[in-house]
């Protein structure tokens, strides 16, 4: 007799080729290869079959059930400013297709931007400026499982930005009266930091946007 789950002593293949005799086209091809199998793990890992409701084919409950062996994504679901997932708002297949795809880390869509795009749409351009790291990757300024930054950046303003602008000659440095560095932070540190003057991280059609700045 077939086992399923934890404590199974089938196989995972034998337990998960019992599954696909049905199931395959759920599945698809890119199940084969992709991280979870390669991890060996089981339907049965994630998916309860002898309930009314399995809990992750629910969004108010499927993050529960990846969080058992994503903690470092639990950790920082917990931190101030994050996706609501733990509200019940979002759920990780939102963003992730955990059956297999041919991108990496199982996105949804092709890369990270594109994924990022189909709830933020606002920000998909094309710009007539367009400001590089954002183009490339939008996890370059920002981690989206949670962060202690607001809007889940890396890092605060002007760190995050001085990380690839040279901040040499440049008034997001503190400054007292006289030019030079001094005790008391600058009002360029303040508020927005950096975004006081370049708002438009993301990009801008402005034909005088070429800094970001309208």
């Known amino acids: 007799m077939i086992q399923f789950g934890p404590d199974a002593v089938t196989p995972v293949e ?13 599945t698809g091809f ?29 969004r108010a409950t499927q993050s529960e ?34 059956h297999g795809e041919t991108t990496d880390r ?18 998909r351009g094309p710009y007539l400026w367009e400001h590089a790291p954002v183009a490339e990757d939008c996890a370059n300024c920002h981690n ?12 605060r303003a002007p760190m995050l930005c001085q990380s690839c602008h040279s901040q040499a000659g440049h008034p997001s440095l503190p400054q007292d009266a006289g030019g030079l560095p001094g005790n008391l932070p600058s009002q360029f540190l303040l508020g927005q ?6 708002e438009q991280v993301h990009g801008s059609n402005h034909p005088s946007g070429s800094r970001l700045m309208r």
Not at 144 to 155: A, D, E, I, K, V
Request: hydrophobic share 25%; with cysteine.
């Open 14 to 26: 034998t337990q998960n080729g019992q599954c696909m005799n049905c199931h395959l086209a759920d």
């Open 193 to 198: 930091s950096c975004m006081n003057c370049h």
């Open 106 to 123: 199982l996105l949804a869509r092709s890369d990270v931007n594109s994924t990022c795009y189909d709830c933020h749409a606002e920000l």
């Open 144 to 155: 989206p499982h949670g962060s202690n930054q607001p809007g889940m950046l890396t890092m």
């Open 30 to 58: 890119a199940w084969h290869g992709s991280s979870h199998d390669d991890n060996t793990v089981a339907c049965a890992d994630c998916h309860t079959v002898h309930i009314e409701r399995d809990p992750v084919l629910a």
């Open 65 to 98: 059930v990846c969080f058992d062996c994503h903690q470092q994504q639990r950790t920082e679901s917990f931190k101030p400013y994050a996706h609501p997932v733990r509200q019940g708002k979002m759920a990780c297949t939102d963003c992730h297709n955990t």
